[in-house]
C-alpha cells in the first residue's frame, strides 16, 4: 500500500547564491528521502522556495543599490537553476511572495488574531534618529557582550555563536551610516 509523503525543505533568503551549506544540509538529504520514498512506490509532494521578504534581503539591496524584489527575482532564478544543474527533485519550488503565499499566511495570522492567540505588547529596538527609523537586527553592529567581538551583528555574534537582542551590543552603530542608534519602545 502506497504512502502520501509531504517534504518539506528549508526556504533559504534569496539574497546570496547557494552554498556548499545550503546543498548538504538540506537540499541532498531531502532529495534523497524524496527519492527512496518514490522508488518504494509512494506518492511524493517536496516542497521548498526562496523566502523573498526578510533583513538580508535588504541589507543586499542597499549594498547593491537596487530594490529587494530585484535581489530576490535574481537570487530566486540562481536558486532553480542551480537546483536544475544539480537534480534536485522538487514538485514545486516556489516563493514567499505570490498571491496564494500571501493569501495563505493572511489567513492564518486573521484566524490566529480571532482565536485572540496573538497580543499587542511593547519591545525596546533600536532606532536611528539620522534614518528616522527602527533598525532591523541586521542593520546594527557592535560589541558582543559575551566574548568582546567588535563586529557582532545585531542578531548573533559569528565569534562566540551566541544569538543576541540588539539592544545588548555595547557601543552599537548603523550599518548603513555608522551613526549610533538610541534605544526606543515600540509596539
Known sequence: MSEF????VAWPYANGDLHAGHLAGCYLPADIFARF??????RVLMVSGSDAHGTPISVEADKLGITPREVFEHYHARFLETQRQIGISYDLFTHTD???HHTIA???FTDLLEKEYLY???QRLLYSETEQRFLPDRYV???CPNCGYDSARGDQCDNCGNLLDAVELINPRS?????TPVVRETE
Open 5 to 8: 509523503i509531504h517534504v518539506s
Open 37 to 42: 520514498h518514490r522508488l518504494k512506490g509512494n
Open 98 to 100: 505570490t498571491e496564494n
Open 106 to 108: 493572511q489567513q492564518i
Open 120 to 122: 499587542r505588547q511593547t
Open 141 to 143: 553592529e557592535g560589541t
Open 175 to 179: 550599518k548603513t551610516d555608522g551613526s
